[in-house]
């Protein structure tokens, strides 16, 4: 079981343009009466997307927090560009942190997970639901340009749909750019 991904360090980017969105809403560029309520909504459309998909779109670092090194095998979140440090609290209550050259980042894209490195196996963690922590760099890039065309069309629709405070649906627009969890 995990717990809910903690922003270490936040995006430094918004993964679409303020230029890009009022094209695709129709303001005109020069007209910037808008650019506050846009820029919430671009915001505000990300957080959503990410939590919707358990996926984060510009780079950042979080850190999770797993019962058992087994959740390890599928990362809830992604794309993870590498993992910065595995901790957990041993059986006696001390804090340890895991050699790098222990683990083994796998998968691709949205799946995938760490597992320990030929030859190793994990330590044994203390009895407690957030007894092992993962710190990760996820995302799709610095600005956003590498995220999946049909995020940002589905991104771009919401934030017009909102914008016209009209009704969008944004999980099914999301269905195959997903983690799915059991």
Do not use: C
């Not at 030859?119 to 963690?125: C, D, I, L, S």
């Amino acid at each position: 079981m995990w717990s809910s991904p903690a922003i270490v360090t936040a995006p430094a980017a918004e993964p679409l343009t303020l230029a890009a969105v009022k094209e695709f809403v129709r303001i005109d560029a020069d007209i910037d009466s808008f650019d506050t309520e846009l820029s919430a909504l671009i915001a505000g459309v990300r957080e959503d997307v990410e939590r919707l998909a358990s996926i984060r779109l510009v780079n950042q670092t979080v850190k999770l927090a797993a019962a058992s090194f087994a959740d390890l095998l599928h990362l809830p979140i992604g794309p993870v560009r590498s993992v910065d440090a595995i901790t957990y609290t041993a059986l006696d209550g001390t804090e340890a942190t895991v050699d790098a050259a222990a683990y083994v980042l796998f998968g691709a894209d949205l799946e995938q997970g760490v597992r320990p490195a030929t030859g190793v196996t994990w330590p044994k963690p203390a009895n407690l639901p957030d007894a092992i922590e993962i710190q990760l760099q996820v995302g799709y890039g610095a600005d956003g340009t590498a995220v999946p065309p049909a995020v940002r069309v589905a991104m771009l629709r919401a934030i017009r749909a909102r914008f016209d405070d009209r009704p969008f649906d944004l999980e099914p627009a999301l269905a195959n750019h997903r983690i799915w969890l059991a």
